[in-house]
Structures are given as C-alpha cells and as structure tokens.
C-alpha cells in the first residue's frame, strides 16, 4: 500500500529568519545549549562564502573523499524496468560508503576553524558515525559517537569501523535504544561539555542553524547531478528520486533543483510492515506535527505526544 | 526594563510575597506525575507538602526528556510504561488542588506535550485542573510567541530558564517574560544530584540577582539535595530552591516499602530542607 502526500517546496530561504522553513524548524532547546549554537550560527555565516574554507573544503571532497561521484546509467535496470532512463548517483562510492562524508568533511573543518577540539556524533545506522570518526581522523579532532544499543547488535561492522578510525563509541540503553535516544544521549553530553565540544548532526534535523547547515555541506550531490547531467542531455531529468530518512541526501539532492519546476521530486520513505500495521518510518507521509530534538516537524507520536518507535527493516532509514 | 504584571492572583506571587515577610527561602520540590504510579504519586505530593515544600512542581513524563539526567529519565520511562499520561497527570493535579487551595502548583514537561493537543487548549486545561504556571525546559524565548499569548490570557506564570553561559544581554530578555519566577539552571548539564558545586555557579546566581535587582524571584535548581547545598544558595542570592532528583531517588530507595514508611522518610526530608531555608 502506499500513501502519498504532496508536499509543495518552494525555493527555500538561503539564510531561513530565525531558522524556519515556514512554520517549521526553529530552536527549541534547553538554554545551557544557547549561546552554542548562536556561536555556531555566527561562524557559519562568516564562513560559508569564505573562498578559502569553500577550497579547503573542496580539496578534501576531491581528494580525500573521492568526488565527485559517478552518475551512472543503469542499463539493465533500465531495460527491466521499462519506462524511464534511470540513472543513479553512486553516493555510496563515496570513501566511507555514503553521502554522509559530505557532511561531516564540512562541519569538521567548521568546527576546527571554531577552535573546538571534540566532536560528538549521534549515528543510527553508523554511517554517519562513521563519516564522523574519518572526517574527525583527517583533521585530528578527538571524536565521541553515540548509538543505540540496539542499532550497534544490527550493524556491529560500523561499530567495529568507528573504533578502528579512532573514535569512541556509547552505546546508548535508553528509551528505544536507537537513533532517537542515541540523538537524546548527544544532546545531553552536549549540554554538559557545551564550550568545547562541537555537536555535528547526521542529517537536516535538529535546531537551526543544523538543517541549513547540512543541507549546503549535502547540495553538493545536487550540484554534480545538474552539471553530469548536461554532459548527457540538453534537458532536465524529469524526477529525483531520494530515499528519506532523517532527510539529508534527499535535501542535498534536491535544493539545487529546486527552483526547476520541470524536475518531480519524489521523496520515498520506508513503508516498514504497511502504513496501517503502525510499524513504519514514514513520518512526513502518516506523522503529525510536533516538537522533538530542537524542531518542530513531522513526527510519528501517539495522541499524547510521545514519541513512537519507528519501524524499518534498515537501520538508518529509522 | 519592563515587568510583567498580569499575576495579580497567582498562587506563586502570592508565596514568594510571604516568604519575604517571613525573610524565609523558598523550597520548590519536584515529583514525577504518576510515578511510581498514579496513587502512591498522591500520596508522595502530600507528604512533600506536609513536610513544608513552598511549591510543587508536576512532571509529566515525555519519551524524550533532554533536559532530564538517569534518574528523571528512568521515572519518566516507567511512569510512560505504566501508562500516565497527560490527562492521569491533570487529574492528579487537580485532587491535589482541592487538598491545598493555596498551594502554588506548577507544570514541568517538555513543548511536545503541549504541541500535541494545541498549545492554548493543553493550557486551557491544565488551568482547569489547577495549575499555576508552567516550565518548559526545551522553549526558548525565541519560540514562546503563542505560548505567552495564552500564559497571560489564562494568568499562567512563564517560567523560563537561564543557564551559567547565558549572556547579560539574553538574561535580561528572559527575565522580562519570565513570571512567577526564573528558573536559574546551576550547572552545565542535566538533572541529577551533585555532590558539590562550583564557582561559576554561584557567580552565575550572584549576576543574574544583580541584573534582575529584586524584579524577579530566583529560584536555583538542577544538583540540589542538602540543606547545606541550600545555604550555600541561599548566601549568594536564590530565593527558592528546586529539589528534583533526591526525591525520585529517595521514592525509588524505599519502593518496597510500606507507603507510610516513604511517606514519613520523604516528610522528614522536605522538612530538614525546609529548616534550611529559614536559617539566617
């Protein structure tokens, strides 16, 4: 079964007033967390035009990373299929395995230049804990990341990955024991080590400025589809099409095309055992408006406002 | 810097106006709604009330308490395992209303809570039900546009927070719409017993009583659990102080026992902190 809901995009503030995109976004946090991210939106804003932070960045993505990725015609899939010419954008040959590097190549060299010298993770699936520990190996920062229990028996190999990179990694045994409580876990260490501690989050969550941070470290993918794309054909594709978890390689992917009304975007979310069994991650398709982590966004929760487990047979697009 | 004045009746007002009369601190304890379970948590407000605490302040359990250390976690989690809920937690509230006609009762949860079922219906109500005032420990000043809206319409005190790394600049904002009192964090970090504290606390306490130049009761909490931390406090400036963690921690240590037992501990508990708020 699938539900679809349309939602419109309209080019989106580059620089959101006061964090949000509409009615969402914002900053709803303890007050200890404060002056952090106002510290932190303030360097970004200097930074982020900085010619010298945009090549340094760039030199790292390049040669370190290994962009750009290809775009890749899968013919075979293709000719199975039968319908639409499809290409995919091979994220996943980025070094560490996926478009997370992006994001944590970005906000470490931001948090270097801020003179922070640790950096806590929050990772559901471990590749973002894993972005983190390699990005923080490269520019020598001391990284900390916290999973949840249940999320470290499902993907030991990342554990094993973050560890072998040097960072240190918390299983986190509270509430679900997954990626929610693992970004619950960060937030409160984050409180107690606020001044020299840098927080990079995983994906186009939490309070602002993080989701406008990660969706520019993330449009890079974006960028290269637009100019790959030319090389094969005068015209626009027709559709994207992301998988959406917490958002960010759908985010990265889309905000440069944006502004194209001839692109479709399609945002798919994992359907778990059926939008009906209740067991799902599909949030922005079958949740409701709420606070959680900073924001206010869609949430799957009960009728009180608790936070409900999410269901997917990946961990990470939980 | 202009005051906030539509408390006139509030419950809250009405105690910090005493307590300076009586040149006494105030003693504002914390319980988690519904835990270890909807009677015994009752029972528990009573005996904290017998005891001598000032103000009550009523958690309602959410799934992701943030602000909240192990122990606020741990009640929060069970007390949500064991089905509390919004509406279990307003009835509580309002048996304990009929109990104390004048005790200040204020609400701790986090802004989901109140998102969920609508921000003016939730406070609607939770005024119903008997409360005073609310604190919010994830709203920031930035985010409280409807929140004020409906606290003033419903003559609800805004508790805000403000933290040792706030700015001048920030404490002052806060202090302009917090009502019935301010609510000064005294770590960095969750809730959670400590066992001392250090000096950027009490420098904290001492700027934040400077700015606010008596337009504001401060109330200090987060760590606190002994009279001698109480006077520590009390000496550089709080007018109340907030004890949460101890008294969770107090309910669990004697969870196997008879409810008279934990009544009586948890009463003589309150009272030796109350002791401590009266001594000059």
């Known amino acids: 079964m699938f539900l679809q809901r349309e939602i419109t995009m309209t080019k989106l503030q580059e620089f959101p007033i006061e964090g949000k995109y509409?009615?969402?976004?914002?900053?709803?946090?303890?007050?200890?967390?404060?002056?952090?991210?106002?510290?932190?939106?303030?360097?970004?804003?200097?930074?982020?035009?900085?010619?010298?932070?945009?090549?340094?960045?760039?030199?790292?993505?390049?040669?370190?990373?290994?962009?750009?990725?290809?775009?890749?015609?899968?013919?075979?899939l293709t000719d199975y299929v039968g319908g639409a010419k499809i290409f995919l954008k091979r994220e996943d040959l980025l070094h560490g395995g996926a478009h997370k590097t992006n994001n944590c190549l970005g906000q470490c060299l931001l948090a270097k230049k801020m003179g922070k010298k640790r950096i806590i993770a929050e990772t559901g699936a471990g590749q973002h804990g894993v972005?983190?520990?390699?990005?923080?190996?490269?520019?020598?920062?001391?990284?900390?990341?916290?999973?949840?229990?249940?999320?470290?028996?499902?993907?030991?190999?990342?554990l094993f990955r973050m560890e072998l990179?040097?960072?240190?990694?918390?299983?986190?045994?509270?509430?679900?024991?997954?990626?929610?409580?693992?970004?619950?876990?960060?937030?409160?260490?984050?409180?107690?080590?606020?001044?020299?501690?840098?927080?990079?989050?995983?994906?186009?969550?939490?309070?602002?400025?993080y989701p406008m941070i990660v969706r520019d470290f993330q449009s890079v993918i974006g960028k290269e589809i637009k100019s790959q794309v030319k090389n094969i054909t005068p015209r626009s594709p027709h559709a994207l099409v992301c998988c959406v978890g917490g958002g960010s390689n759908a985010m990265g992917t889309f905000y440069?095309?944006?502004?194209?009304?001839?692109?479709?975007?399609?945002?798919?979310?994992?359907?778990?055992?059926?939008?009906?069994?209740?067991?799902?991650?599909?949030?922005?398709?079958?949740?409701?408006?709420?606070?959680?982590?900073?924001?206010?966004?869609?949430?799957?929760?009960?009728?009180?406002?608790?936070?409900?487990?999410?269901?997917?047979?990946?961990?990470?697009?939980? | 810097?202009?005051?906030?004045?539509?408390?006139?009746?509030?419950?809250?007002?009405?105690?910090?106006?005493?307590?300076?009369?009586?040149?006494?601190?105030?003693?504002?304890?914390?319980?988690?709604?519904?835990?270890?379970?909807?009677?015994?948590?009752?029972?528990?407000?009573?005996?904290i009330v017998d005891g001598g605490a000032d103000i009550i302040e009523i958690g309602i359990p959410f799934s992701d308490p943030i602000a909240d250390g192990p122990i606020i976690q741990e009640a929060s989690f069970k007390a949500l395992q064991k089905g509390v809920n919004p509406d279990i937690c307003l009835n509580l509230i309002k048996k304990i209303r009929n109990r104390y006609p004048d005790l200040p009762i204020l609400i701790?949860?986090?802004?989901?809570?109140?998102?969920?079922?609508?921000?003016?219906?939730?406070?609607?109500?939770?005024?119903?039900?008997?409360?005073?005032?609310?604190?919010?420990?994830?709203?920031?000043?930035e985010e409280s546009a409807e929140y004020l809206e409906y606290s003033k319409?419903?003559?609800?005190?805004?508790?805000?927070?403000?933290?040792?790394?706030?700015?001048?600049?920030?404490?002052?904002?806060?202090?302009?719409?917090?009502?019935?009192?301010?609510?000064?964090?005294?770590?960095?970090?969750?809730?959670?017993?400590?066992?001392?504290?250090?000096?950027y606390t009490l420098t904290a306490i001492r700027n934040i009583k400077r700015i606010s130049a008596n337009r504001n009761n401060i109330s200090v909490g987060f760590g606190i659990s002994t009279p001698h931390q109480i006077k520590i406090m009390s000496k550089y400036g709080a007018d109340a102080v907030i004890v949460g963690s101890a008294i969770i921690e107090m309910i669990n240590r004697?969870?196997?026992?008879?409810?008279?037992?934990?009544?009586?501990?948890?009463?003589?508990?309150?009272?030796?902190?109350?002791?401590?708020?009266?001594?000059?």
């Open chain 1, 22 to 76: 509409g009615k969402y976004g914002g900053k709803f946090i303890p007050e200890t967390l404060v002056p952090a991210i106002t510290e932190l939106e303030n360097a970004y804003k200097k930074i982020r035009n900085c010619s010298d932070f945009k090549k340094e960045l760039c030199y790292y993505l390049q040669h370190y990373a290994g962009r750009p990725t290809p775009l890749y015609f899968a013919k075979n």
């Open chain 2, 254 to 280: 004697h969870k196997d026992d008879n409810i008279h037992i934990l009544g009586n501990k948890l009463k003589n508990y309150v009272s030796s902190l109350k002791d401590a708020c009266k001594s000059k």
């Open chain 1, 131 to 158: 972005g983190t520990a390699m990005a923080a190996a490269v520019f020598g920062l001391k990284a900390e990341i916290y999973m949840g229990s249940i999320d470290i028996e499902r993907q030991k190999l990342n």
């Open chain 2, 153 to 199: 319409k419903l003559e609800l005190a805004t508790v805000f927070l403000v933290a040792p790394n706030t700015s001048d600049f920030r404490i002052r904002k806060t202090l302009e719409v917090s009502t019935g009192f301010v609510y000064v964090v005294s770590v960095y970090g969750t809730t959670g017993i400590r066992n001392s504290f250090s000096n």
């Open chain 1, 165 to 209: 990179l040097g960072a240190k990694v918390h299983p986190v045994n509270s509430g679900t024991k997954t990626l929610k409580d693992a970004i619950n876990e960060a937030l409160r260490d984050w409180i107690t080590n606020v001044k020299e501690t840098y927080y990079l989050i995983g994906s186009v969550v939490g309070p602002h400025p």
């Open chain 1, 256 to 318: 440069p095309f944006l502004d194209n009304e001839n692109v479709s975007l399609y945002g798919v979310e994992a359907g778990g055992l059926g939008i009906r069994s209740g067991k799902h991650s599909a949030t922005l398709n079958a949740g409701s408006e709420g606070i959680l982590h900073g924001m206010r966004t869609y949430l799957l929760q009960d009728e009180f406002g608790q936070i409900n487990d999410t269901h997917s047979i990946s961990a990470g697009l939980d």
């Open chain 2, 1 to 47: 810097m202009k005051k906030v004045s539509y408390l006139q009746n509030n419950r809250i007002k009405k105690k910090f106006s005493k307590l300076r009369t009586d040149k006494e601190k105030g003693l504002i304890c914390y319980v988690m709604g519904g835990y270890p379970d909807p009677i015994t948590s009752e029972k528990i407000i009573s005996s």
């Open chain 2, 108 to 141: 701790m949860t986090y802004s989901n809570i109140l998102q969920k079922k609508g921000f003016e219906k939730f406070m609607r109500m939770a005024k119903g039900a008997g409360i005073d005032g609310f604190i919010l420990p994830d709203m920031t000043i």
